[in-house]
């Protein structure tokens, strides 16, 4: 086991698989303009000081599990191989993608928001609760789409999935759960930390949906 894990994690300890979690803070930058500028149009609302700071760390998960659907697609796809492919070699390889994620999302969130004095206590209860969540099911996007298509089309079939389950809850969109993780709703109720967790139980669910169905085409496939 301990040999499957350290094999996974060597695979990821690239720099081309760790160059691109770099781009985080240039990304929540951009995003920060980008959000003043939709306030400022009137296209999104002006929230209270303490629901922007809790945004402030949903801001850094989500471009890091953004960073990881795509990235873990083309990682993964490299990594499925016929005649090689197992279930430990399929659980340890996510583990070790979703343990990189992780890491760029924890490092980033300290170093952008501690000198912005956001508590250190706020930031890590938002990071080892809901927010890893969004990052397993960023994982569990990358499986599938790894699965489906081990070319460019599973990185950009990884953005679509991202996207369309990000919109709803951010705009006026309205989508079942049942359709997409509710991404969007998640973040969007940041009225207190330990918000209800429907949310999170409904991307829970999809995640374990994502990885079955993955899982399941990998077996069939890599025979």
């Known amino acids: 086991m301990s ?5 996974s ?12 979690y770099l781009t985080i803070p240039i990304l929540f930058v951009a995003s920060i303009y980008l959000n003043n500028w939709l306030q400022e149009a009137g296209i999104l609302p002006y929230f209270p000081l303490k629901q922007r700071t809790v945004l402030l760390i949903w801001r850094i ?3 890091a599990a953004f960073v990881t659907a795509p990235l873990g697609t083309i990682f993964l796809s490299k990594v499925w191989k016929p005649g090689f492919f197992n279930l430990n070699k399929f659980l340890f390889s996510l583990l070790a993608l979703f343990l990189l994620a992780t890491l760029a999302a924890s490092l980033s ?29 960023s ?13 460019p089309g599973g990185a950009v079939l990884s ?6 389950a990000s919109l709803p809850g951010l705009t006026d969109i309205s989508v079942t759960w049942w359709a997409v993780a509710p991404i969007g709703d998640l973040v969007l109720n940041v ?31 890599l025979r």
């Not at 040999?3 to 094999?7: A, C, W, Y």
């Not at 953005?159 to 369309?164: L, P, R, V």
Request: a positive charge; charged letters at 10%; proline letters at 4%.
């Open 191 to 221: 009225e207190v930390i330990s918000s209800p967790w429907s949310a999170t139980l409904a991307v829970l669910a999809h995640t374990l949906v994502y990885l079955s169905a993955a899982y399941f085409i990998l077996k069939q496939n």
């Open 109 to 137: 969130a300290y170093g952008i928001l501690l000198p912005l004095k956001v508590p250190f206590v706020m930031i890590s209860s938002m990071l080892l609760t809901r927010c890893l969540f969004v990052i397993l099911w």
């Open 61 to 63: 998960v989500i471009i």
């Open 9 to 20: 994690l060597k695979d990821t300890l690239h720099l081309k698989w760790i160059a691109p």
């Open 3 to 7: 040999h499957h894990l350290s094999k």
């Open 139 to 151: 994982v569990s996007v990358a499986a599938l789409c790894s699965s489906i298509n081990n070319g």
């Open 159 to 164: 953005i679509g999935i991202f996207s369309i």
